[in-house]
């Protein structure tokens, strides 16, 4: 499972610890873990001023605004934690990179799922 960010340096809490005890750590990381372990993820509501914004497992949006995500390893996976910049300047939420909502492609998904995205 490789774990990042758009926020380089985000802490990402992991549990359970994979299969050399490692559990979370700061953004980009690997880890590993047996087939079927349920692996839960949790990234800081705000990081240096950053809001926030979703879960992409593989490419695919999930979900969105909460900062917790469960997921059920079938196999190796990328899983990043995106966040928003704080203020956009016109008082609503800009998005920083590739995290504009405005660009998503399917931004409400199931909480949690399999590794392929296809619950």
């Known amino acids: 499972m490789a774990v990042q960010s758009n926020l380089p340096g985000a802490w990402i809490a992991l549990s359970p610890p994979d299969k050399t005890l490692d559990a979370g750590?700061?953004?980009?990381?690997?880890?590993?873990?047996?087939?079927?372990?349920?692996?839960?993820?949790t990234a800081d509501a705000w990081a240096d001023?950053?809001?926030?914004?979703?879960?992409r497992v593989d490419g695919l949006w999930l979900n969105l605004s909460a900062p917790t995500l469960e997921w059920t390893v079938t196999g190796d996976l990328t899983v990043e934690a995106a966040y928003y910049e704080a203020s956009s300047g016109d008082g609503r939420p800009g998005a920083a990179g590739s995290t504009d909502p405005g660009s998503m492609e399917s931004p409400i998904g199931p909480v949690g799922g399999t590794i392929d995205g296809r619950q």
Request: overall charge negative; glycine content about 12%.
């Open 25 to 41: 750590g700061f953004a980009d990381f690997e880890r590993s873990f047996p087939i079927s372990t349920v692996v839960t993820l």
């Open 49 to 55: 001023g950053r809001e926030f914004c979703g879960w």
